[in-house]
């Protein structure tokens, strides 16, 4: 008889889910195993349980910082052989965490802009709106 994936919430899963995101592990890893929901009953269970939706966005948060240090490491353990290789896992792990994390590992925007008004001039905009409002 085939194993059936549990589709009913279940705290102690919830727990081991967060827990291996926060781990660096892959959602689509976690829920390979018959034993664990699918990914399909993951998104359900964040729609439907509040407690668990939030305990697995820190852990998301949580798994860009594993995934970061699991980066390095590549970059630590790569040689002449196998260098194009790791580049290619680092990019990609760099890719996915500026997803995961913007704030902290996307890529910065610098806004070079000047902006010249007067207070003003910015009241005058104000009430000359108003009037045209006022008229229809």
Known sequence: ??????????????AEICRRLADGELLCDIC???????????RRWQSEHGPFRDRYA?????????LAEEAIQIARNADADTVAVCRLQIDTIKWLIAKIA???????????????????DAIELGRERVLRLRAG
Not at 1 to 14: D, F, I, N, W
Not at 32 to 42: A, E, K, L, Q
Not at 104 to 120: F, H, M, N, P
């Open 58 to 66: 820190i852990a998301r948060d949580q798994q860009a910082d594993a």
């Open 102 to 120: 913007p704030r902290r590992y996307g890529e910065k925007v610098v806004l070079d802009t000047v902006v010249k008004a007067s207070i003003g």
């Open 1 to 14: 008889m085939k194993a059936e994936r549990p589709t009913q919430y279940s705290e102690a899963l919830a």
């Open 32 to 42: 390979r195993p018959t034993r664990m929901p699918s990914r399909d009953t993951v």
